[in-house]
């Protein structure tokens, strides 16, 4: 600044002094910031992820090739998925040396199914899956940005069947779950086939219906003077009517790119036909970079924030007062450590407690069986004893016999002598 008014003072000297004065050619000091910026991003790169959400048919795959003026050649699908699948394609486009790597994610067979309750879980779930890859590279020890591809989805277009009545329930459903996870802008597919007052009504309809079921949708900002007034225009025009088509038809001298029937053609960029020239200068010329940092502050941040709150990190602590990352970890290290002491104590204590129910089974049942040979025992004594007495009593017996035996064979040798004694006396 100081710089400058010195040269105006001297351009001011020279001129009194009718000197020749020269003019600068380049910038010079940090006006030249901006130029800075430019080129490095020249030099990098763009890129820019969309989501393309809609019936199978409904025009998605001819509304990117037109919004892109190229071919992607892209196959049909088939109205016979069992499930809703997204198919992920990447681009490197080239356009006055401006490079743009692009990421389409088209839906297959959404809306094909009987039963539509878990249509819309393979969107959000692909879409957090970006934003969880981009947080794992941001918690890495060893990062690497510049060569990362950053898949988090910018914008999503939400594709409305151009049916003139309501949104369907499985519209509803499905940006109600994904409206806080990515930018979205509703669009209503194939435009050409609804009257203009039909349209306007259409139009109100499913505003009054998104704004009843608290879904937000991408505004553009407004608070840049050069940008504010197209924005708020382009903001009244939401949901935009498109139609697509890579056709060229001739209207008076002119070939232009649109659909021709028998009563006429449909001028795809002409902004009294559709609003695609709307949807392509707002994705494309002036809120492409607002929708990339939409991404990065609202959408990644929400998701981050709440990752990082169920895995227990805080900003401050219980008693409100800032805590480190050092100390979350600390305490979190002090908090399992416990939590593990008292598992082992409580694992401890039930090992105990069956040791002692064991013990006390063993004990019984040793008594039980102490009991049992103790009467076992006393049972075979008092049989022994009874053994024993019906053996003394056998050998008494048998004694008895014996004696009874010796008696009966001495009898008759006694009878004779007696007989003998008795006849000698007699004589
Ligand atoms: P899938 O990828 O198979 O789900 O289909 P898609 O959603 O990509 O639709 P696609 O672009 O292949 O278009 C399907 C048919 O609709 C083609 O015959 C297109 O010519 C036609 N179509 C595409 N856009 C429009 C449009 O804006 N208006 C009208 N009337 N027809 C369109
Ligand atoms: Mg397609």
């Not at 020279?14 to 010079?28: A, I």
């Not at 499930?83 to 809306?111: A, C, D, F, P, R």
């Not at 949901?239 to 009563?263: C, I, L, T």
């Not at 040798?413 to 004589?427: E, H, I, S, V, Y």
Request: glycine share 4%.
């Amino acid at each position: 600044m100081q710089l400058e008014k010195d040269l105006d003072q001297k351009g001011e000297k020279q001129k009194e002094e009718n000197t020749r004065c020269l003019n600068m050619l380049g910038h010079f000091g940090f006006e030249c910031l901006p130029h800075q910026l430019v080129n490095r991003s020249l030099q990098r790169g763009f890129s820019f992820n969309i989501l393309c959400v809609g019936e199978t048919g409904i025009g998605k795959s001819t509304l990117i090739d037109t919004l892109f003026n190229t071919n992607f050649k892209d196959n049909k699908s088939s109205h016979f998925y069992s499930n809703v699948g997204l198919k992920i394609q990447t681009y490197e486009l080239l356009e006055s040396n401006v490079q743009l790597k692009l990421t389409i994610v088209k839906t297959m067979g959404y809306g094909d199914q009987i039963n539509k309750e878990a249509s819309y879980q393979p969107i959000v779930d692909y879409i957090d899956a970006q934003f969880e890859a981009y947080l794992q590279e941001e918690l890495k020890i060893k990062r690497s940005f510049s060569e990362y591809h950053d898949s988090r989805i910018h914008v999503c277009l939400y594709f409305i069947s151009p049916t003139g009545h309501s949104l369907k329930s499985l519209d509803l459903l499905t940006m109600k779950s994904i409206h806080n996870k990515v930018n979205i802008i509703p669009l209503i597919a194939k435009a050409d086939t609804i009257s203009k007052n039909d349209l306007q009504m259409f139009k109100s309809k499913i505003m009054r219906e998104l704004v009843s079921n608290g879904i937000h949708l991408y505004q553009c900002p407004i608070d840049d003077e050069t940008t504010a007034q197209m924005n708020s225009a382009m903001n009244g025009l939401l949901p935009f009517a498109v139609v697509g088509s890579m056709d060229e038809v001739k209207v008076g001298k002119r070939m232009v790119r649109g659909r021709q029937y028998p009563w006429g053609v449909l001028q795809v960029e002409n902004e009294n036909h559709c609003d695609f020239v709307k949807l392509r200068d707002m994705l494309l010329c002036t809120n492409m970079e607002d929708l990339k940092e939409q991404t990065h502050t609202r959408h990644y941040e929400h998701y981050r924030c709440s990752k990082l709150l169920t895995m227990g990190f805080t900003d401050v602590g219980p008693d409100n007062q800032p805590v480190s990352f050092q100390e979350i970890y600390e305490a979190k290290r002090q908090e399992f450590y416990d939590q593990c002491q008292m598992e082992e104590e409580e694992l401890k204590q039930r090992f105990m407690q069956r040791v002692k129910e064991k013990e006390t089974a063993f004990k019984e049942a040793e008594k039980e069986l102490q009991d049992k040979f103790e009467h076992l025992k006393k049972v075979q004594q008092e049989e022994t004893m009874k053994l024993e007495e019906e053996r003394k009593q056998l050998e008494e017996e048998i004694i008895g016999f014996y004696k009874m035996k010796t008696s009966s064979e001495t009898l008759p040798a006694q009878l004779c002598t007696n007989l003998k004694k008795d006849k000698d006396r007699k004589k």
